[in-house]
């Protein structure tokens, strides 16, 4: 299969569908590709140089014809959040356990619930949890039947631009809502996203030339969002954002 789902593997991590995870992650430079990477690779270039008038996507049909699976009634923004990193909710061990509990392709629904009901914090910032808002940026965001890691907010954290975070965010969100209800690893879902896009999104939820290194982020060198497969990933991206208090080096 190809893993980039033609031009669809874009915008803020990897997709996946629930109980089932993709074994392929994105990687800085020189890693294994980057699912921004896969939809956007000549459009702009390093430090955001896109102009809003540029189609996002290179790869493919572009997005030139509305597959039946979009249905923009259930295109939404991710809403107002902040993004925290080094939260301290989750220790290395509990985010290896929530890998195997609720996002590994052989997670069980009854040992999922399980984990959340023991670490509600932890599951809360992760994205995993089912009680209120947090009103932070979650790990894993749900769209529909799919699920992808916010990796916006990890990219905005980690190159200091955290006022892309929301724009970028409601962008990518907006994105996978619109295809939430088409089949994983399909043609359509490719091409629903490369729509969604192009054709409808960026006009909804515009954001600055200057965020878009959140977006193509195999221009950036950012270990802290990234990772050589799918585990670590997931491991470096819910580390760095739930992980233990980020103590900066001594001068």
Not at 98 to 114: G, L, N, Q, R
């Amino acid at each position: 299969m190809d893993l980039r789902l033609g031009s669809a593997f874009t915008v803020a991590g990897l997709l996946f569908a629930c109980g089932e995870s993709v074994p392929a992650a994105p990687g800085g430079n020189g890693g294994a590709s980057n699912t921004s990477s896969g939809g956007y690779g000549g459009n702009g270039g390093e430090g955001g140089e896109w102009s809003p008038t540029q189609p996002l996507n290179s790869v493919g049909t572009g997005g030139f014809y509305e597959p039946s699976c979009f249905d923009e009634s259930k295109a939404v923004g991710l809403g107002p959040l902040i993004v925290k990193t080094g939260q301290d909710l989750c220790t290395p061990e509990l985010i290896a356990e929530s890998f195997t509990a609720c996002v590994d392709s052989a997670a069980d629904e009854a040992i999922c619930t399980a984990f959340t009901d023991a670490n509600p914090g932890c599951a809360a910032c992760l994205g995993l949890g089912v009680g209120e808002p947090t009103g932070i940026h979650p790990v894993v965001l749900q769209a529909g039947m799919l699920k992808l890691v916010n990796d916006a907010a990890c990219h905005a954290a980690a190159q200091d631009k955290l006022r892309c975070a929301q724009p970028v965010a409601d962008f990518t969100f907006c994105t996978f809502t619109a295809c939430g209800a088409c089949e994983f690893g399909s043609y359509d879902l490719g091409e629903c996203l490369a729509f969604a896009e192009d054709k409808f999104c960026r006009g909804i939820f515009p954001f600055p030339a200057n965020c878009y290194s959140l977006i193509a982020t195999q221009y950036e060198d950012v270990p802290e969002c990234e990772g050589a497969d799918w585990v670590s990933y997931y491991n470096n991206v819910a580390s760095y954002l739930c992980g233990p208090a980020i103590v900066p080096p001594p001068p």
